[in-house]
């Protein structure tokens, strides 16, 4: 097996924040390219290549000058030929003496609640081990999971096998039988059977992805567990794995726990790019759009705590501007119903912080873009409800406010309300959930 690569911190950024420099631009934003092209699909909705006139030469994660390099909307990590760059949310960026632990923290929460983003480990990891380096907090967490769910529930299935045997066993082949019988093996049956055993595609596959994180992970701790996992894979044989092979798997009811260790397998293998060494990963990138991540979170946390009492739908794309033929369609982030009432209520989350937003700025921070896009959406959803939900900027929550566009015959208007959430905080990071229940719960049924 190939040695492990000494990853060196070259930045921690922020979303469209400051500058780093990057001593390898060419290879850093070779490897970028290829990111994108080959697994785009990864980020739906975020497709920016129309923007590009090669398409061959464009991805959406960093900005180059020179060799200067900025974050654009991804965060998460990259690393490539032993370079390392994380890249965190702006809303954390003006903060003074912020702490990793507190990003990542929050990093998970968000996650917890994403239903189109799987991002499947166990939080209370985090409170039994502190690392700060991104990426290797991340290898740490897949390999806890992993080990407990090894250790708990081995993992064993039927798996399809072609065998040349001296006594028959499951369906005989004849057609390979046959041939085999033209070179002098007639003493061997060619069977089809399938046994129940330990050394399964999806057990090498683990064990693969166990290898390319042990060639990356650094803190001995983390070395050990996945050490252990190796050592209780033993009987397993060592193969190179595919993602497109771990997509067509499907795990019976009875290993249900194995879902998640198959979505960290997946986040592995689709985030990283082979080198001609087979259990060497030089290049492995863990990134997410934060518009993305908010939009998800906002729907995830409505479905968690407010599914009693109204219908919530994430990406609502039945409606259209236009009818024959159908033309300009209109997606809501989130709609929801009122169970008892019918009431509708248009949702439209917006990932843009509204740091020093003024009293006398009327527009409340909404460009006037936005505007225009959730009058089309009420008018043609036939609500006269719409709320704009905003990240804080800051620990304090900026006052709710309320737009009222009248109709020009003046027999109906629309409210479009302006919110800010409890995204984050500096200082009360345990209390969030419970601030973000009390805010959504008051504009929703007291107050709109």
């Known amino acids: 097996m190939s040695g492990k690569f000494n990853l060196v911190l070259v930045g921690t950024l922020f979303e469209h924040g400051e500058q780093i420099t990057v001593h390898d631009r060419k290879n850093l934003e070779g490897y970028l390219f290829s990111l994108w092209k080959e697994h785009k699909g990864l980020w739906p909705g975020q497709v920016y290549t129309k923007n590009s006139p090669d398409q061959h030469n464009y991805q959406p994660f960093l900005s180059f000058d020179g060799n200067q390099a900025k974050a654009n909307n991804y965060i998460g990590f990259i690393t490539c030929n032993g370079i390392s760059i994380e890249i965190y949310p702006k809303v954390f960026k003006f903060l003074p003496n912020l702490k990793k632990e507190l990003m990542h923290r929050h ?22 081990f502190a690392i700060e380096h991104f990426p290797e907090l991340i290898i740490y967490l897949m390999a806890k999971q992993i080990l407990e769910t090894v250790i708990n529930q081995p993992f064993l299935t039927y798996e399809e096998m072609e065998e040349a045997l001296s006594t028959p066993r499951g369906r005989i082949n004849f057609n390979r039988f046959t041939k085999s019988m033209s070179y002098g093996r007639q003493h061997l049956i060619d069977c089809d059977h399938e ?59 009875a290993f249900e726990a194995y879902e998640d260790v198959i979505q960290s397998c997946k986040m592995i293998l689709e985030n990283q790019i082979y080198s001609h060494a087979e259990y060497e990963m030089k290049h492995w990138s863990l ?52 169970k008892r009432t019918g009431e509708k209520i248009i949702i439209d989350a917006k990932y843009k912080p509204r740091w020093n937003l003024t009293e006398v700025d009327n527009k409340r921070g909404v460009s006037q873009t936005d505007m225009y896009q959730m009058i089309s959406y009420a008018y043609r959803r036939g609500t006269d409800k719409v709320l704009l939900i905003y990240p804080n900027s800051s620990d304090k929550l900026i006052e709710d406010h309320v737009f009222i566009i009248p109709r020009a015959d003046g027999k109906e208007e629309v409210k479009i309300k302006v919110i800010d959430v409890p995204f984050w905080s500096e200082y009360d990071y345990a209390l969030i959930q419970e601030r973000l229940f009390d805010k959504l719960k008051n504009v929703l049924f007291n107050n709109f």
């Open 195 to 253: 046994p129940f055993i330990f050394d399964n595609y999806l057990n090498r596959t683990i064990k693969y992805c166990i290898r390319l994180l042990k060639a990356q992970s650094t803190q001995t701790d983390t070395q050990s567990i996945l050490n252990e996992i190796i050592f209780l894979l033993d009987e397993v044989e060592d193969q190179v794995c595919t993602v497109g092979q771990l997509n067509r798997l499907r795990v019976p009811i």
């Open 287 to 338: 990134l997410f759009p934060m518009e993305y991540i908010f939009e998800d979170f906002i729907s995830g946390f409505l479905k968690e705590h407010f599914s009693k009492d109204f219908i919530i739908e994430a990406q609502k794309s039945d409606l259209y501007l236009h009818q024959n033929p159908k033309t300009f369609n209109l997606q809501h982030d989130i709609l929801i119903i009122n």
């Open 107 to 128: 990093l998970f929460f968000w996650f917890s609640y994403c239903k189109r983003i799987k991002f499947p480990f166990n939080q209370s990891f985090l409170d039994n």
